[in-house]
């Protein structure tokens, strides 16, 4: 079965930085691209980034660009985002997900839509 994880998740003041954790099992997580989203309350859910399979090419939403950053550990099963500069518009459930390697070559790394076998979700709260 395949599962993620999410882990990392905290309270934060603004400018704070926090490494969120996307742990995989039941599959190896190099033949897939992984996305992380985000979701406050009364909000749609929203792409934040994407790491692909192989190739590790990635993508931002522009909200995030130049504060977070995608990786992969293959060898850990494991794709971290790293965020810093923390904003309270951050504030959100964050959850991680498996897409088909091709969706950053389709421009869909952020398209939650094409994405499956999600996480429970890690609370992120920014806040002074």
């Known amino acids: 079965q395949l599962q993620l994880v999410e882990s990392g998740g905290g309270s934060v003041q603004p400018g704070g930085s926090l490494r969120l954790s996307c742990a995989a099992s039941?599959?190896?997580?190099?033949?897939?691209?992984i996305g992380w989203f985000r979701q406050a309350p009364g909000k749609e859910r929203e792409g934040v980034s994407c790491i692909g399979s192989s190739s590790g090419d990635t993508t931002y939403a522009d909200s995030v660009k130049g504060r977070f950053t995608i990786s992969r550990d293959n060898a850990k099963n494991t794709v971290y985002l790293q965020m810093n500069s923390l904003k309270p518009e951050d504030t959100a459930v964050y959850y991680c997900a498996a897409g088909g390697p091709g969706v950053i070559d389709y421009g869909l790394g952020l398209n939650y839509v094409f994405f499956g076998s999600w996480g429970q979700g890690t609370q992120v709260t920014v806040s002074s």
């Open positions: 039941g599959f190896t997580l190099d033949y897939y691209a």
